[in-house]
């Protein structure tokens, strides 16, 4: 996670897309075995330094530890939308490194044991079991989606308010086609993990699914993958990003929101946000890692009669 530390305050202030559009510039890829046969993240920033400093002969990647050593690193305490969670600062190289691209101080935080919890009770699972994983993939497949604290109840790491959004290729053509004139507006700016096709869904189905099943049964007796979703995703300005600059966008691309909350404020729990995608966690019954490929079925197990109501407490 990224924090930008105000001058003269040291209040933590995070830094997300929505607020700093530069967050679009930088993409990330996780290498195995690429440091000394260690797991790294590659971060790479595909923009041009905001202003002028030696930095700019550096390097434009940057390689993160996927699991860094805890022992050397200084406890630093977080709060992610009322979240709080003790975590871990990298140290003054990143830092460094980030700061110099955001044009303002900036760290760059490891939740590490932390955890964060689930507020509210809408978008609570209602099992979130600790899956008992071996090896790297797995593991980190367990640390983002969530899982059960000492006291029973669901945690999650440093994302927003869920770890999984799923979204519909179905609700992206009527957004394309009826709210944007044709615009062709790409599923990336919405930030789902998993994208249904939508065969066999309407536009929109997804305003009430409650449940997914996802993977294909074959001879070998490989079980589908159990998904409850359990809110919606409410939208905000990050939607009106430009991938291609870094900054506010023009024209339609630049309306997306605007255009959503014509008919798309849909929840009654925050009446004002459109909503795009729901949000979801790995069932609880889950007890090792799961595997989801692309091409994979989907298959709405359970749905609800009404539609859920947010109340993260913001």
């Given at each position: 996670?990224?924090?930008?530390?105000?001058?003269?305050?040291?209040?933590?202030?995070?830094?997300?897309?929505?607020?700093?559009?530069?967050?679009?510039?930088?993409?990330?890829?996780?290498?195995?075995?690429?440091?000394?046969?260690?797991?790294?993240?590659?971060?790479?920033f595909?923009?041009?330094?905001?202003?002028?400093?030696?930095?700019?002969?550096?390097?434009?990647?940057?390689?993160?530890?996927?699991?860094?050593?805890?022992?050397?690193?200084e406890?630093?305490?977080?709060?992610?939308?009322?979240?709080?969670?003790?975590?871990?600062?990298?140290?003054?190289?990143?830092?460094?490194?980030?700061?110099?691209?955001?044009?303002?101080?900036?760290?760059?935080?490891?939740?590490g044991?932390?955890?964060?919890?689930?507020?509210?009770?809408?978008?609570?699972p209602?099992?979130?079991?600790?899956?008992?994983?071996?090896?790297?993939?797995?593991?980190?497949?367990?640390?983002?989606?969530?899982?059960?604290?000492s006291?029973?109840?669901?945690?999650?790491?440093?994302?927003?308010?869920?770890?999984?959004?799923?979204?519909?290729?179905?609700?992206?053509?009527?957004?394309?086609?009826?709210?944007?004139?044709?615009?062709?507006?790409?599923?990336?700016?919405?930030r789902?993990?998993?994208?249904?096709d939508?065969?066999?869904?309407?536009?929109?189905?997804?305003?009430?699914?409650?449940?997914?099943?996802?993977?294909?049964?074959?001879?070998?007796?490989?079980?589908?993958?159990?998904?409850?979703?359990?809110?919606?995703?409410?939208?905000?300005?990050?939607?009106?990003?430009?991938?291609?600059?870094?900054?506010?966008?023009?024209?339609?691309?630049?309306?997306?929101?605007?255009?959503?909350?014509?008919?798309?404020?849909?929840?009654?729990?925050?009446?004002?946000?459109?909503?795009?995608?729901?949000?979801?966690?790995?069932?609880?019954?889950?007890?090792?890692?799961?595997?989801?490929?692309?091409?994979?079925?989907?298959?709405?197990?359970?749905?609800?009669?009404?539609?859920?109501?947010?109340?993260?407490?913001?």
């Open positions: 996670m990224l924090y930008e530390v105000p001058t003269g305050t040291g209040e933590l202030k995070k830094i997300q897309l929505d607020t700093h559009p530069l967050c679009a510039l930088f993409e990330q890829q996780i290498v195995p075995g690429s440091q000394d046969g260690e797991e790294v993240i590659d971060v790479r595909r923009g041009s330094l905001p202003h002028d400093t030696e930095a700019g002969k550096d390097s434009q990647l940057l390689k993160v530890p996927l699991t860094p050593d805890l022992s050397f690193l406890r630093i305490e977080t709060n992610l939308h009322g979240s709080p969670a003790s975590a871990y600062r990298m140290g003054d190289s990143y830092d460094a490194w980030f700061t110099q691209r955001f044009g303002v101080p900036t760290i760059l935080v490891y939740l044991d932390g955890r964060r919890a689930v507020l509210g009770k809408t978008l609570v209602k099992s979130a079991q600790e899956p008992q994983q071996k090896g790297w993939i797995t593991s980190w497949t367990s640390y983002i989606t969530g899982s059960q604290g006291d029973g109840a669901p945690w999650i790491s440093f994302s927003d308010v869920a770890p999984l959004m799923v979204t519909s290729e179905s609700s992206l053509q009527d957004v394309r086609e009826r709210l944007l004139n044709g615009f062709p507006v790409e599923m990336y700016k919405f789902p993990n998993i994208v249904v939508g065969q066999g869904e309407d536009a929109w189905a997804e305003d009430f699914w409650a449940e997914l099943q996802i993977g294909n049964e074959d001879g070998d007796g490989v079980q589908k993958s159990t998904f409850q979703v359990t809110g919606n995703c409410v939208r905000c300005v990050s939607l009106n990003v430009d991938y291609k600059t870094g900054r506010p966008a023009d024209g339609e691309d630049g309306s997306v929101l605007k255009r959503l909350m014509k008919d798309r404020r849909v929840d009654p729990g925050s009446k004002w946000s459109p909503v795009f995608g729901r949000y979801a966690f790995l069932d609880g019954r889950h007890t090792g890692g799961v595997t989801v490929s692309v091409g994979d079925d989907v298959e709405v197990t359970r749905r609800n009669t009404e539609r859920s109501a947010w109340d993260w407490p913001l």
